[in-house]
């Protein structure tokens, strides 16, 4: 049981997962679900890489786990040597397929596990979404969802997703998605886990501590605006009323807003001077800029 889903915008793909995982509704343990290749793209201690590499996210929810990391490890091996996105993109269905046919034969009928693969390409300052279930894949160009959640990603994603979203703003999405999921849907939990595909520039895994920062802004603006909804529909109170009091709880979430961002700013300064290198808005490395040609 999991809540997994991706988002597409003009400025490259964002993917996220939990991390809790049910054992035969008996026990359950936080795994991680969310996969970014090539390994190490963990937040600000992975290599620099050039915005012309390959990157490829992948979440999924499964009743198998090794199953599906068995699908996910052979697509990432059989993807490597692409050379546009185009190609990419075909190489991972192929792999996708070729797997459930050789596994089709392996194991009995209706043992097969089922499962739901959400991944994400950049190659060339490009990048797609896809949705596979099973064998069955299909690019999407606004957003996918899948696990146990998937109804409450998809009532929040039907309501906020637009397709002229940022980058920044899919990734505050995928922060909410993951609240409200692991908040109000049983079989969801454990740790927030988000990256982004990033068609110019940086890509990786966030840091933990930029998605806390994230969630536990989203949590409080998510208290406090429904005051200001039902104030906003009280009719016996006149427009100066509501103003006053819209004002006073904006100032308030303020405070929280300035303190939240106060303790990521002095986590990432201490990475930057710690590590060396410069962070860019999503807490990620800055590339080099490439040289110039004259």
Not at 51 to 70: K, Q, R, Y
Request: a negative charge.
């Amino acid at each position: 049981m999991t809540i997994v889903a991706g988002f597409k915008c003009g400025e490259g793909v964002v993917l996220c997962a939990d991390t809790q995982e049910t054992i035969g509704d008996i026990s359950k343990r936080n795994v991680p679900k969310l996969r970014v290749e090539p390994s190490g793209m963990e937040g600000a201690m992975w290599p620099l890489r050039s915005s012309h590499d390959i990157s490829v996210a992948f979440c999924g929810a499964t009743s198998n786990g090794p199953f599906l990391d068995e699908i996910v490890d052979r697509a990432w091996k059989d993807v490597q040597d692409a050379t546009s996105l185009v190609e990419a993109s075909d190489l991972v269905n192929q792999s996708i397929k070729n797997s459930y046919k050789e596994f089709g034969e392996i194991y009995q009928p209706g043992y097969l596990p089922s499962t739901e693969l959400i991944y994400g390409i950049k190659m060339h300052d490009e990048s797609k979404l896809f949705y596979a279930l099973g064998p069955a894949v299909n690019e999407k160009v606004e957003y996918a969802t899948g696990g146990v959640g998937v109804y409450m990603a998809d009532f929040l994603a039907s309501r906020m997703y637009k397709n002229i979203l940022s980058l920044r703003e899919c990734a505050i999405l995928a922060a909410y998605v993951l609240f409200q999921a692991k908040e109000h849907v049983e079989g969801c939990g454990g740790e927030s886990h988000i990256a982004i595909l990033r068609n110019d520039g940086s890509s990786g895994r966030l840091d933990a501590r930029r998605v806390e920062a994230l969630t536990k802004l989203l949590q409080h603006a998510d208290s406090e605006m429904g005051g200001i909804l039902l104030r906003f529909a009280e009719v016996a109170i006149n427009n100066q009323e509501f103003r006053k009091s819209a004002i006073e709880t904006l100032d308030h979430m303020l405070h929280v807003r300035e303190y939240e961002i106060e303790k990521l700013k002095a986590h990432e300064d201490f990475w930057e001077s710690f590590v060396g290198i410069g962070l860019d808005d999503m807490g990620l490395p800055t590339l080099p800029k490439p040289p110039e040609t004259s």
